[in-house]
């Protein structure tokens, strides 16, 4: 009976959560055989059509559910990528910044160290000039004393002096430079014999110029000085032989590698040194900058030549890059500003000029056995010298002195008053006197400035024979008028 009702209530065919069997089950015990009276039915009709929706609407839920959660997990899924994206970025731009931070400290020291390193030769070059000055004066008297072979060995070794200074000067980008218009596959290729000389012919020397690029700016021989130095490290990183690679290319900088490297972004002509030789681990690379590293026995290196290097190349605006793994051979790349290809100016051929004069020659120089050299060269050779050991004293002499003065040779780095500033002064108020300049170096704008403007600077150490001969073309080139 309870199965018949049941029937007839279910109509359609609905049941599939079984809960008509349950009610089956309750409807057999409470009616017992004859089951629920038929009046019943559209109740449980009703009951049916109930527990009916009640499916349809857990099976929409259970579809907006999974929906809901595929939706979700999507979500998620692409936010965790995106995550990841940014993380990576993240940590990119983080180790960016470290390596821009380490570049950064790394400049900094090498310019403590060129700070240092700088004045150290700038001292060293007046001591210098006095003893080569001495010890060439000495010289230069005949004599059979026995002791000039000392004095030979004293100047050999004020010599030897002279180019470690040179050389810290180099570094602490305090020398004075030529600069010229260069082409670099030229200077390479007119440096190649010397370099097949100095490399030995164990090492298999090549040369992959590319003709296309464009010319530098720099000073010639500092710039084959930084190809000599790298040919010999590489010949020395190659005792049993190997290939050594001098190569020329072009390289654009952006804005982020031209800042990493401490350079301004553009175009960049590229000259490499590649050697097959024993190599560098990090640890060594991250030092071989620095003067005075380095890694041959005692008396085998002085550590200068990578030093010389760096200051040459960032003193011309320029940046260096060293690419090595231990064992594997190293690459050392120079990068020099391109610059348009200059249109060859002949050279006016020198003159050669007389040595010796009778002029008055105003001396400002700061340190005395340097003032005392010059005097004592000057005037054995002619000249009548005035001695100043500051800019004001020598302004007091210009004046008191008043025409007597033909020229004005002068120390650039003193104190109270710098030798440019002496010079502006001169200037005013005796144009027709020229000054000469002295010097170990100059990062001082005002002396370049000068420079530009044609002013005659000599190099210390100078021998007393540069000297003259400067002088003399200096106090040469004054209009006919203040020279007569
Ligand atoms: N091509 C290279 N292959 C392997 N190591 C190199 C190379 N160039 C330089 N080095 C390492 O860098 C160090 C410093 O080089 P740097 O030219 O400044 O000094 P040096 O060659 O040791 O001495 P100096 O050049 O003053 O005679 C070297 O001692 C060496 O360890
Ligand atoms: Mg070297």
Same mark, same amino acid.
């Given at each position: 009976?309870?199965?018949?009702?049941?029937?007839?209530? #279910?109509?359609?065919?609905?049941?599939?959560?079984?809960?008509?069997?349950?009610?089956?089950?309750?409807?057999?015990?409470?009616?017992?055989?004859?089951?629920?009276?038929?009046?019943?039915?559209?109740?449980?009709?009703?009951?049916?059509?109930?527990?009916?929706?009640?499916?349809?609407?857990?099976?929409?839920? #259970?579809?907006?559910?999974?929906?809901?959660?595929?939706?979700?997990?999507?979500?998620?899924?692409?936010?965790?990528?995106?995550?990841?994206?940014?993380?990576?970025?993240?940590?990119?731009?983080?180790?960016?910044?470290?390596?821009?931070?380490?570049?950064?400290?790394?400049?900094?020291?090498?310019?403590?160290?060129?700070?240092?390193?700088?004045?150290?030769?700038?001292?060293?070059?007046?001591?210098?000039?006095?003893?080569?000055?001495?010890?060439?004066?000495?010289?230069?008297?005949?004599?059979?004393?026995?002791?000039?072979?000392?004095?030979?060995?004293?100047?050999?070794?004020?010599?030897?002096?002279?180019?470690?200074?040179?050389?810290?000067?180099?570094? /602490?980008?305090?020398?004075?430079?030529?600069?010229?218009?260069?082409?670099?596959?030229?200077?390479?290729?007119?440096?190649?014999?010397?370099?097949?000389?100095?490399?030995?012919?164990?090492?298999?020397?090549?040369?992959?110029?590319?003709?296309?690029?464009?010319?530098?700016?720099?000073?010639?021989?500092?710039?084959?000085?930084?190809?000599?130095?790298?040919?010999?490290?590489?010949?020395?990183?190659?005792?049993?032989?190997?290939?050594?690679?001098?190569?020329?290319?072009?390289?654009?900088?952006?804005?982020?590698?031209?800042?990493?490297?401490?350079?301004?972004?553009?175009?960049?002509?590229?000259?490499?040194?590649?050697?097959?030789?024993?190599?560098?681990?990090?640890?060594?690379?991250?030092?071989?900058?620095?003067?005075?590293?380095?890694?041959?026995?005692?008396?085998?290196?002085?550590?200068?030549?990578?030093?010389?290097?760096?200051?040459?190349?960032?003193?011309?605006?320029?940046?260096?890059?060293?690419?090595?793994?231990?064992?594997?051979?190293?690459?050392?790349?120079?990068?020099?500003?391109?610059?348009?290809?200059?249109?060859?100016?002949?050279?006016?051929?020198?003159?050669?000029?007389?040595?010796?004069?009778?002029?008055?020659?105003?001396?400002?120089?700061?340190?005395?056995?340097?003032?005392?050299?010059?005097?004592?060269?000057? /005037?054995?050779?002619?000249?009548?010298?005035?001695?100043?050991?500051?800019?004001?004293?020598?302004?007091?002499?210009?004046?008191?002195?008043?025409? #007597?003065?033909?020229?004005?040779?002068?120390?650039?780095?003193?104190?109270?008053?710098?030798?440019?500033?002496?010079?502006?002064?001169?200037?005013?108020?005796?144009?027709?006197?020229?000054?000469?300049?002295?010097?170990?170096?100059?990062?001082?704008?005002?002396?370049?400035?000068?420079?530009?403007?044609?002013?005659?600077?000599?190099? #210390?150490?100078?021998?007393?024979?540069?000297?003259?001969?400067?002088?003399?073309?200096?106090?040469?080139?004054?209009?006919?008028?203040?020279?007569?």
């Amino acid at each position: 009976m309870a199965d018949e009702c049941l029937a007839d209530a #279910k109509g359609a065919g609905v049941g599939t959560t079984g809960w008509h069997e349950r009610l089956l089950e309750q409807l057999a015990r409470h009616f017992g055989p004859a089951g629920p009276p038929r009046a019943l039915a559209p109740l449980l009709a009703e009951i049916d059509r109930s527990y009916r929706d009640a499916d349809e609407e857990r099976a929409r839920l #259970k579809a907006a559910y999974t929906e809901a959660r595929d939706a979700l997990q999507r979500g998620v899924e692409e936010r965790t990528v995106a995550l990841e994206q940014a993380n990576e970025e993240l940590r990119r731009q983080m180790a960016d910044r470290e390596q821009v931070e380490a570049q950064l400290r790394q400049s900094q020291r090498m310019e403590a160290i060129g700070q240092l390193a700088g004045g150290v030769a700038h001292d060293f070059n007046n001591l210098l000039t006095a003893i080569v000055g001495y010890t060439e004066l000495l010289l230069a008297k005949p004599s059979d004393d026995p002791a000039r072979r000392h004095v030979t060995e004293i100047r050999r070794a004020a010599d030897r002096a002279a180019s470690l200074t040179r050389q810290l000067l180099a570094f /602490s980008r305090r020398q004075l430079m030529t600069p010229e218009v260069l082409d670099v596959n030229q200077l390479a290729v007119e440096l190649s014999r010397m370099l097949r000389r100095l490399i030995g012919e164990h090492i298999v020397f090549n040369l992959q110029l590319d003709a296309t690029i464009g010319a530098v700016r720099a000073d010639r021989t500092q710039l084959e000085q930084v190809l000599m130095n790298l040919a010999v490290n590489a010949r020395d990183a190659m005792p049993t032989g190997g290939h050594l690679t001098i190569g020329t290319s072009e390289v654009d900088l952006d804005e982020f590698t031209a800042a990493r490297r401490g350079v301004a972004p553009g175009r960049y002509v590229v000259a490499t040194v590649r050697d097959t030789g024993i190599g560098m681990s990090p640890q060594t690379q991250a030092r071989i900058f620095e003067p005075f590293f380095t890694t041959k026995e005692p008396g085998q290196g002085t550590g200068l030549g990578l030093a010389t290097v760096y200051g040459i190349v960032r003193q011309s605006g320029g940046a260096i890059a060293v690419d090595s793994t231990l064992g594997h051979g190293a690459t050392f790349a120079i990068l020099l500003p391109r610059v348009a290809h200059a249109a060859a100016v002949a050279e006016p051929a020198e003159p050669r000029p007389a040595i010796g004069g009778t002029e008055t020659v105003l001396v400002v120089e700061d340190e005395p056995a340097l003032r005392d050299l010059i005097a004592r060269v000057l /005037s054995e050779n002619g000249y009548t010298v005035l001695l100043a050991e500051n800019g004001l004293g020598a302004l007091h002499a210009v004046r008191a002195e008043g025409a #007597k003065v033909a020229a004005v040779l002068s120390d650039v780095v003193m104190p109270l008053m710098s030798g440019p500033q002496l010079a502006e002064q001169v200037r005013e108020e005796r144009p027709d006197v020229p000054v000469l300049f002295m010097t170990g170096y100059t990062d001082d704008s005002a002396v370049v400035c000068d420079l530009e403007r044609g002013v005659r600077v000599l190099h #210390k150490p100078f021998t007393p024979s540069d000297l003259l001969v400067a002088l003399r073309e200096v106090l040469d080139a004054r209009p006919q008028s203040a020279a007569a």
